[in-house]
């Protein structure tokens, strides 16, 4: 889309180039964001499931000291 925009404008093709290299680069740094995303989002939940299971472990624990 740039560089049609670009050339329309009287750019040259040297300016097009960079404008279409910038556009790719632009476009790979949404995918970056995209995936550190999903990544603190998987992290998110794998440190839920670690609360959960350690909010188990101290109550078996409480459980288990109190009967002693």
């Known amino acids: 889309?740039?560089?049609k925009a670009a050339?329309?404008?009287?750019a040259s093709k040297e300016d097009a180039k960079y404008?279409?290299?910038?556009?790719e680069d632009l476009?790979?740094?949404?995918?970056?964001?995209?995936d550190?995303?999903?990544?603190?989002t998987a992290?998110?939940?794998?440190?839920?499931?670690?609360d959960r299971k350690l909010k188990e472990i101290r109550g078996i624990l409480n459980r288990v000291e109190?009967?002693?």
């Open 43 to 50: 992290g998110r939940k794998v440190q839920a499931s670690i």
């Open 27 to 34: 476009a790979k740094i949404d995918a970056i964001r995209k």
């Open 36 to 40: 550190i995303a999903r990544s603190r």
């Open 1 to 3: 889309m740039t560089t």
């Open 7 to 10: 050339t329309a404008n009287g």
């Open 19 to 23: 404008l279409a290299l910038i556009d």
């Open 66 to 68: 109190a009967t002693i």
